[in-house]
């Protein structure tokens, strides 16, 4: 299978400043598509990730999280569950729409896309709504597809 090329977008993170995937290629980059700021499943998911970002950055994988709210919910979302890594405001929906993450009712679905050094898309997971996966599923099933 033929490794597809990331497109290069430039987003807004919480604190307003501006995020450009290809100036982040020096590592890993998680794209964490989710549906809601503040929902119950999206706040358990992306704690999750939080609590356990050492072990992402050991590997060289940033996480991102993106969804079409704005940077001032964005902002108020990680303040309140002292979420720290970029969390970036694609509220036109052209990065969702690119990385065919939105679902028929045009906000975003659940979904990580894993971009390596070379912004080749190694890993794409579309994941049910209701559901997330923890960092240590995301991480052991990257090792077993010797990913990472």
């Known amino acids: 299978m033929q490794s597809k090329i990331a497109e290069n977008f ?4 919480q604190y307003g400043n501006k995020f450009e995937l290809y100036k982040n290629s020096e590592r890993y980059i998680l794209l964490i598509f989710y549906p809601k700021d503040n929902s119950f499943i999206c706040s358990k998911q992306l704690r999750n990730y939080q609590m356990n970002i050492e072990k992402f950055k050991k590997l060289g994988i940033q996480p991102v999280g993106i969804n079409i709210e704005s940077i001032d919910s964005h902002k108020s979302f990680c303040d309140l569950k002292s979420i720290d890594f970029p969390m970036l405001s694609d509220n036109e929906k ?3 729409k690119k990385y065919n993450a939105l679902n028929i009712f045009s906000s975003n679905k659940r979904k990580l896309v894993l971009i390596n050094l070379q912004r080749e898309i190694v890993y794409e997971r579309d994941i049910f709504t209701l559901n997330y996966l923890k960092t240590e599923e995301i991480l052991t099933g990257l090792k077993k597809l010797n990913i990472i």
């Open 94 to 96: 052209i990065v969702s």
């Open 10 to 13: 430039i987003l807004s993170d």
